[in-house]
């Protein structure tokens, strides 16, 4: 229940910072080749991968090579399975009879996360990302760093991060 609050706050904080397709859709944000967005990875376990798991827990504890702790819904009008564990937490959730990755976070520094060539974690400075944009919030004042896949809508990898020290202190990956 946790992971489903902490997405839908997430989703909301996006919307909230103007996130909307227009002409400068790409402004301000990182667009990565498809390929290279999918195959960011968390202590080396590609979205793709996650993705491809479709919710399912079997699936899910062989990936990332424990038992996560599972949540599932009880309402029979929409269906959603949470993953949690210490380092990260996942939904997945039905939409038009498919069971689809919505939301991931990782909580805390001991996962390695690999964006193209460069490895960050929770606590480590936004400079270790070498030259990227910064995307300001339109109503919230909210500086965070978003990469998007090129040519597919509706997902982000955001990294949220201390403006005064520049410290990350946040990242996840929405879909919507």
Do not use: C
């Not at 989703?11 to 227009?22: E, H, K, R, T, V």
């Not at 997945?92 to 996360?113: K, P, Q, R, W």
């Not at 480590?124 to 944009?133: R, S």
């Amino acid at each position: 229940m946790k992971n489903i609050i902490l997405t839908t706050l997430l989703f909301f904080g996006i919307l909230s910072s103007g996130y909307s397709q227009s002409n400068t859709y790409y402004q301000n944000k990182n667009v990565l080749p498809p390929k290279d967005f999918y195959n960011v990875s968390f202590n080396g376990i590609t979205l793709r991968s996650i993705i491809y798991t479709k919710g399912d827990p079997a699936k899910v504890d062989v990936l990332f090579g424990t038992s996560m702790q599972v949540e599932k819904s009880k309402d029979t009008n929409y269906y959603w399975i949470n993953f949690i564990s210490p380092a990260v937490s996942f939904t997945f959730d039905e939409l038009i009879g498919n069971l689809d990755l919505s939301g991931f976070e990782v909580h805390n520094n001991t996962v390695a996360v690999k964006i193209g060539g460069k490895i960050i974690h929770i606590g480590d400075t936004i400079e270790k990302l070498g030259n990227i944009k910064i995307f300001t919030g339109k109503i919230s004042g909210t500086k965070f760093i978003l990469y998007l896949p090129q040519g597919a809508d509706g997902q982000s990898l955001r990294i949220d991060f201390d403006p005064a020290t520049k410290i990350i202190t946040k990242i996840s990956y929405m879909a919507t």
